[in-house]
């Protein structure tokens, strides 16, 4: 499968991809669903779509908007816990995540662990 790839950079300074199956359809960075026609983040990266995707529910520019020290990319892997944490791991939406995105699901489900368990300690945050 060729997927096309769309290097971003933000003017602070991250750098993140973007994923386009082969009909031109972009996927979700957080889950991999399609999102059709409409591109996540465009241009210079600092402004997303707005749109919501109907999988995991992340609106982009809002949802995933990083503050602080965080990152886009942070806040992708964060959202990605908490619906894959919500959904119950379904196979058909870790082979995706694999499959379109490139995750080694054994890492992620270990980052997790660590993630829920540290969310669990200090529930302030
Ligand atoms: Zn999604």
Redesign the pocket.
């Known amino acids: 499968m060729s997927l096309k790839r769309t290097i971003i950079t933000r003017s602070d300074g991250e750098t993140f991809e973007l994923r386009q199956i082969e009909n031109g359809d972009w996927l ?6 399609s ?1 059709r026609d409409c591109a996540p983040y465009a241009g210079d990266g600092r402004f997303g779509s707005q749109d919501i ?6 609106q982009f520019g809002h949802g995933d908007h990083p503050s602080g020290a965080e990152t886009l990319q942070s806040n992708w892997k964060r ?1 990605r816990f908490e ?1 894959l944490q919500k959904s119950g791991w379904k196979d058909d939406d870790l082979k995706r995540l694999t499959e379109y995105l490139g995750i080694d699901t054994i890492v992620l489900r270990r980052e997790a662990e660590g993630y829920f368990q540290m969310r669990d300690t200090n529930p302030a945050q």
Request: net charge negative.
């Open positions: 979700c960075p957080v889950c991999a669903e999102l995707c109907m999988r995991c529910e992340t959202l619906w």
